[in-house]
């Protein structure tokens, strides 16, 4: 008898660990989606002074104001699309804020696929991985960076825009272990160097 419970213990341990692992596995393929159907905007400033965040914030402003009234796209092959046509007149919104500032610093747009750490946005989060994103460095870019979602939700909320109900399950839901498991694979996975698709 002792015998039986042994192994009938030992089948319902391996059972729990085999749905497990197809569980991370999910979690991990859902995050892996995130990462294929979001396209990110990303600003870096020319340093920590107090000016160059504020011009930072400046650009991010104006920025958000051009991407509200120009961009038309509904996916994100349109989304990234537009943005590889539009990089100079980003460019120019760029310069145009830093203008109204007296400011002259440099600005380069890219087109980039970079690592990005997991991020919680008011209506969500976006788990640890390589994203595409549309680059704005302001200066040298050595300062701290501003971040968000530019499509889905064109740096509003992306909650209920994925495609797939997994996607905005894991990117809305409450489930903070579903990001603990999809941030240790990219911790150990994803490279870290950022590849420039245009610019």
């Known amino acids: 008898m002792a015998l039986l419970c042994l192994g009938l213990l030992l089948s319902l341990a391996l059972c729990g660990a085999l ?52 961009c038309p796209a509904q996916s994100k092959p349109e989304a990234l699309t537009w943005a590889a046509q539009h990089l100079f007149e980003l460019q120019l919104t760029a310069r145009h804020a830093l203008a109204k500032l007296g400011l002259r610093a440099p600005v380069r ?16 989060t976006l788990p640890a991985g390589r994203y595409d994103a549309v680059r704005i460095e302001l200066g040298s870019g050595a300062g701290r960076n501003w971040w968000c979602v530019l499509y889905p939700g064109l740096c509003r909320a ?6 797939l109900p997994e996607e905005n399950d894991l990117v809305c839901g409450e489930y903070i272990l579903r990001f603990k498991v999809v941030e240790w694979v990219q911790q150990r996975t994803a490279r870290r160097d950022t590849v420039v698709l245009v610019g």
């Open 158 to 163: 992306a909650c209920s825009s994925y495609a």
């Open 19 to 70: 749905q497990a692992a197809a569980w991370a596995r999910t979690q991990r393929d859902t995050g892996a989606l995130v990462c294929a159907d979001t396209l990110r905007l990303h600003i870096r400033a020319g340093s920590d002074s107090v000016a160059d965040q504020s011009a930072k914030l400046h650009v991010r402003d104006a920025v958000l104001a051009y991407l509200d009234a120009a």
């Open 109 to 124: 747009v890219q087109l980039v696929n970079m690592y990005f750490p997991t991020r919680r946005y008011g209506s969500g």
